[in-house]
Structures are given as C-alpha cells and as structure tokens.
C-alpha cells in the first residue's frame, strides 16, 4: 500500500556529513509522522529523529545539536543532516512513517523503508 525509498547513505570520515532522504508513496491520505531509526550490529533498533506533519520535532539525545530532521509535506518525503558524524552513529538508518490511508476516516499504518547503510570511519 505504501513504500518508502530511502536515499543518501554511505562512507564518511569522523566529523564529516550525509544527508539522508525518504520518500513515501502510494496510498496516502495523510502522513502522520515520519522518522529514523537506526540499528548497528548486536544493537537494538532505536529511535534516530521524527516529524510530525506539524513539524514537530523529536530527538535522541545522543543526535541532538548534531542531526536535523526536516520534512516536504507536499512529498511525503523527509530528510535527515547529519553533521560532525562519530564513528558510533555507524548503522544502517531505517526510515519509518505512520500513514493514515486511503481516506480521512481509514485506518493508520506502520511502515519501513529498506534500509542504508552510514559508515563512518575513525
């Protein structure tokens, strides 16, 4: 019903910067909120950023000051800036959105895009 594409992962040195992209699409009537999360080997998976389609803002403490996450409601698409990259934030993000479908009074789903790989080496 819904897929979501991600984009923009990848290498980079401590101190540098990506810039992740996720785009939903298909069934859409409205989405409700959009986020990141993000899972390194032997780890859980846990909460990066999200957004509201009020743009209300959500983030983990350890991406705070660091990361931004911001959104195109016109795209169902939302972006994450990553800047001063540790070698800690090396995971693969995955972008997540909770989609109200098909009409105002459908139901609201979870769904995951398929993952990028952020590396970022020492």
């Known amino acids: 019903q819904v897929q979501l594409v991600e984009s923009g992962g990848g290498l980079v040195q401590a101190g540098g910067s990506l810039r992740l992209s996720c785009a939903a699409s298909?069934?859409?009537?409205?989405?409700?909120?959009m986020g990141w999360y993000r899972q390194a080997p032997g780890n859980e998976r846990e909460l990066v950023a999200a957004?509201?389609?009020?743009?209300?803002?959500n983030y983990a403490d350890s991406v705070k000051g660091r990361f931004t996450i911001s959104g195109d409601n016109a795209k169902n698409t939302i972006y994450l800036q990553m800047n001063s990259l540790k070698p800690e934030d090396t995971a693969v993000y995955y972008c997540?959105?909770?989609?109200?479908?098909?009409?105002?009074?459908?139901?609201?789903?979870?769904?995951w895009g398929q993952g990028t790989q952020v590396t970022v080496s020492s």
């Open positions: 298909g069934n859409i009537f409205r989405v409700n909120v």
């Open positions: 957004i509201t389609n009020g743009d209300s803002t």
């Open positions: 997540n959105a909770n989609v109200k479908v098909f009409r105002w009074d459908g139901p609201s789903y979870r769904y």
